[in-house]
């Protein structure tokens, strides 16, 4: 297919621009005339970046809001094709577009827009810094048509969706991420369940996130990001992933995450299917992603972009040793869908949050005995087994594993 780079591209000197601004440039990065003809097709156009080094300071979208569902840009060493190609998380293998990933190495999220969104704004001399030596050879745009009818007979019309970038080569005081944290595991049929992930934060700079962006596919209820410093829990967002997956601002503004502190996340999943769902990127599958968006002063960010769990049922926060003192501030609302009150208690893993029938009345304060990698019947325990494990369990603290105190 013939593929035409709509790249307009037009120089200013923007007066009374921010501090150390020149040379801005805005560049429209734009979709160009595609014509999808399935929904829920996922479009991509790459866009190669040069040996001078680039910062992004804004971003503007344009969409055609009647099609374009969602726009998200991505930072590539390699994309996934060279020209237009189907790069859904769901590609359909009917398209008329080449199939592939969005990136076949070294994928960055860094913006997303959703229909009816208001645009992210970047902090005051933010830029996301791309091409040289970044890693960031090529930026991708990603576009989600939802809906094709205007792209068949008898509309037959063609979509330049895309966003006008401003940007410049002039270094910026401060240097935009993205961090990502997510999980693997499986969420069994009829159970709500928790999936979760933390990473000790050991840097030596600090970072200030300024938003973040959840995703899952259909049995995500609820997705919420922390910061833990001494125990003590400070939500970096929550959002259901049921709402456009876009960056919203972050729900505690000017947080800092400083060397010591562990970052965390974790999504509520509802599964009401007769089967049980993997995490994996097909429509089959689910996923549980946490984006934290971020600046530091100056050129540094979190080298590794990701903090991966295994997920359940082989990690929770309750079985990590990190967390030994967070557990028992978990925020009640970790679990509750922006909006409602209640939160959505886990009910998979039969044994690993509840104490019932199990610990003999003496030890009911133990609730961690069915938790803690030990699925022991306690009634069964030689006594001088049991002595010790009891023992330990005291010397260790009460951990909070049942549904009452583990939200
Ligand atoms: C502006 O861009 C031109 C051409 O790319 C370059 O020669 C010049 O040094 C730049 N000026 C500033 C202030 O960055
Ligand atoms: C997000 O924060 C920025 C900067 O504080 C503010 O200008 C903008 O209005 C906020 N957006 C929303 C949707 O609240
Ligand atoms: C969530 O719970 C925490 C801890 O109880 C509280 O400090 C915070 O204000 C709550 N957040 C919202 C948005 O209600």
Redesign the pocket.
Known sequence: MEVLYLLVVS?SVVLGAPSGV??VTHVDYLMPEVQPKQADTYLCNPLKMGK?VKYIIGFEPHANMAIAHHILLYGCEEPGSHEVWNCGEMASKTSSYKVGPVCSSGAKILYAWAMDAPALTLPEDVGFKVGGDTGINYLVLQVHYKDVTSFLPPKNSHDSSGITMTM???PQRRRAGVYLLGTGGYIDAHTVTYMETECPFQEKFDVHPFAFRTHAHGLGMVTSGYRIRDGQWTEIGRQTPQKPQMFYNSTTPGLVIHQGDILAARCTMKNDLDRRMYIGSTQNDEMCNFYMMYYTEGDDIIPGTYCFSQGPPSYYWADDINMRNAIKNIPPNASVVPGESKPLKQTAVKGKYEDKNTVADDYSNLYDVKGANMNTDLASMPPLELHRLLTYLRSRGPRSYDDDLYY
Request: aromatic share 0%; hydrophobic share 15%.
């Open positions: 120089v020149h040379n001078e410049t080569d002039t």
